[in-house]
């Protein structure tokens, strides 16, 4: 009944989209710029397709793409069509291939364009640059049979009536291909279920519902109340975006993401439903995975982590453990491991969440196979201290 959504990328799978920057691409004479933007197209047209595949394979119901599938397309100096590339006839099967694959499948494919594209921004250059994008996202969910381009409400510029009807006005300047597929989500700071569905409303706009933004951001309506609301707002399948917060509902910032969903801030008024839900969380595939397991098994399963240790002698220590603080002040009080016992004091410099202790095992194994410029590589690349 519930199609699991997967968010652009993948936390432990070798499947990855590709991208350059406006600089880079700018220092080239342009049929060598052409011809790298091609690259990275095809590149990523390949890329989409093995996503798709893992989707398919492991019962992940839809996947949101990349806003930079095809890389800087949009830009104002460094932007191109598809048919100014070398492969443009190319790029456009491939990405019509993945189409077909989703069709075969019965699987579902959306954007959700970055938060530069703002519909009622009070600066007319940017709404023309959001007008664009949005564009060139629908050219490709043409190919690829996506429904759905989800945007936010954008600022309430200190009047929230008013920018809610430059928003509604400014629809006029996109094209069927958009509007048809446009969408509006509430957010965890302006705008909230209640003030968004008057707009939908008017304007035919279906409501993503956020159910994290509106815990954080709360109006007069309940989780049940706005579940219903937007529900009704959709004339096809409708989609529903959930995460939980880093900290808990009680930390200082709950609109930060987890790596992982809690379980229990799954709506009970969603289960039996036919809907989308996009899991927006850091563990992507393996979040996806965990929250499917939870939801058909009615009980959370416990979050193990992989850590690495720095020790008083500089050595690097790698261990498992499903509550890293209570384990690393067991380090220290000498009473965890013969290892650091006498290398003490030690400091957590990595930590890495993993959804089951068969998988914390495995890349526990894993990590301690590494060279000891790999682990510091591995650190380095993280900033110090994370969790995956």
């Not at 989209?17 to 691409?25: E, P, V």
């Not at 990523?44 to 798709?52: D, E, H, Q, T, W």
């Not at 009704?232 to 917060?245: C, I, K, N, Q």
């Amino acid at each position: 009944m519930i199609r699991l959504g997967l968010c652009c990328l993948f936390r432990d799978q070798p499947i990855k989209f590709l991208t350059t920057t406006a600089t880079s691409i700018s220092k080239m004479k342009r049929h060598d710029a052409l011809a790298k933007l091609s690259r990275l197209c095809l590149e990523n047209a390949a890329a989409l397709l093995a996503a798709l595949q893992f989707c398919a394979e492991n019962k992940i119901g839809c996947f949101r793409v990349n806003s930079q599938i095809l890389p800087i397309k949009t830009h104002p100096t460094c932007g191109y069509s598809v048919g100014d590339l070398p492969d443009g006839d190319e790029i456009i099967r491939r990405f019509k291939e993945c189409g077909t694959f989703v069709k075969k499948h019965k699987l579902r494919t959306c954007f959700h364009p970055d938060q530069f594209v703002v519909m009622n921004s009070p600066r007319l250059d940017v709404v023309e640059k959001s007008v664009q994008e949005l564009e060139y996202q629908a050219e490709v969910a043409e190919w690829i049979g996506a429904d759905v381009i989800n945007i936010h409400g954008g600022g309430a510029y200190g009047d929230k009536p008013k920018a809610l009807d430059d928003f509604a006005r400014n629809l006029d300047r996109l094209s069927l291909s958009v509007r048809s597929r446009l969408t509006v989500e509430n957010d965890d700071k302006t705008y909230t279920p209640a003030d968004l569905l008057p707009l939908c409303k008017a304007t035919g706009i279906p409501l993503v519902y956020d159910v994290h933004h509106h815990r954080c951001n709360p109006d007069s309506l309940s989780v049940e109340q706005a579940t219903k609301k937007a529900l009704a707002t959709w004339g096809r399948e409708p989609m529903f975006h959930l995460s939980s917060p880093i900290e808990g509902w009680d930390g200082r910032k709950p609109e930060r993401h987890h790596d992982f969903i809690d379980v229990k801030d799954f709506p009970d008024c969603w289960r039996r439903k036919k809907i989308t839900v996009e899991v927006e969380a850091k563990a992507k595939e393996v979040a996806v995975e965990k929250l499917r397991t939870e939801l058909k098994n009615g009980q959370p399963e416990t979050i193990w982590f992989v850590y690495l240790l720095r020790c008083a002698d500089g050595s690097l220590y790698t261990g498992i453990s499903n509550d890293v603080p209570r384990r690393l002040v067991q380090h220290n009080a000498g009473i965890a491991s013969r290892y650091t016992r006498s290398r003490l004091p030690a400091v957590l410099v990595y930590q890495e969440a993993l959804a089951s202790h068969s998988l914390a095992l495995k890349r526990e194994l894993a990590i301690k196979a590494l060279s000891r410029q790999e682990k510091e590589l591995l650190i380095r690349a993280a900033g110090g201290v994370k969790s995956k």
